[in-house]
């Protein structure tokens, strides 16, 4: 059984590009949560989604930032117009529900120039 | 809003002493508390899970416990090796925002052959 997959695994982007950051949960699993660790501090929860629904999304930056699991397919986080600051470790965990234990992915590292 | 803490920040051991890590949080509400593993660069491995009516976990090694009036958990690691050189992180799951888990800073352990 394939664990949490994220891809890409680093991702290079200049100031005011888009970044699209996949993961793919564990099988079985129907339930997306993302996490963001900026240097120098800890995980922050993002967002939280099923299939096709966004259940939490109270850690989400207001502006540029969206997230989707849409039926077929995995979630997508996506940052529109990136700046310096979105630099960080992204990391997407996955459950079978939202009580169970979470697992990880190996995360996607942006790097915004 | 839930606070949590791990203490000490860096721990230093030779090989073969016990480990003990803390974590606390403010609010008692949880509905579990997991432990992870973090080396540098890498995504999180989860260690163990304790459930909010559960006092403590046990796998190999390793041991957590959980005391929810007093907002405390503790991993105990026995017999150190040099592998167990990692971040530990703890994070709570909160009752009433489930799949939401909130992040300890972490404990930086270094064992010393």
């Known amino acids: 059984n394939a664990g949490v997959m994220q891809n890409p695994r680093h991702l290079v982007r200049r100031r005011g590009q888009e970044a699209r950051l996949r993961c793919s949960p564990m099988k079985g699993h129907s339930h997306v949560y993302w996490y963001r660790q900026l240097p120098e501090e800890g995980l922050k929860f993002m967002v939280y989604l099923q299939k096709e629904n966004i259940i939490d999304e109270s850690g989400m930056p207001k502006e540029r930032f969206s997230a989707e699991f849409p039926k077929e397919g995995p979630s997508i986080l996506r940052i529109q117009q990136v700046v310096r600051g979105d630099s960080a470790a992204y990391f997407c965990a996955s459950s079978p529900n939202g009580r169970y234990e979470q697992y990880f992915g190996p995360g996607t590292r942006l790097t915004v120039t | 809003k839930q606070e949590v803490t791990q203490i000490p920040a860096a721990l230093s051991v030779p090989e073969g002493e016990n480990l003990v890590l803390n974590c606390s949080f403010t609010?008692?509400?949880?509905?579990?508390l997991q432990w992870f593993r973090q080396d540098p660069g890498k995504g999180l491995t989860s260690l163990l899970l304790i459930q909010s009516s559960q006092r403590e976990q046990t796998s190999g090694r390793l041991n957590a416990s959980l005391d929810k009036s007093s907002g405390r958990s503790t991993l105990y690691i026995a017999a150190s090796q040099p592998g167990d050189s990692a971040t530990y992180l703890c994070?709570?799951?909160?009752?009433?925002?489930?799949?939401?888990?909130?992040f300890g800073a972490g404990t930086q352990v270094v064992v010393t052959p």
């Open positions: 609010d008692s509400a949880i509905y579990n």
């Open positions: 994070a709570a799951g909160k009752a009433d925002s489930w799949g939401k888990l909130q």
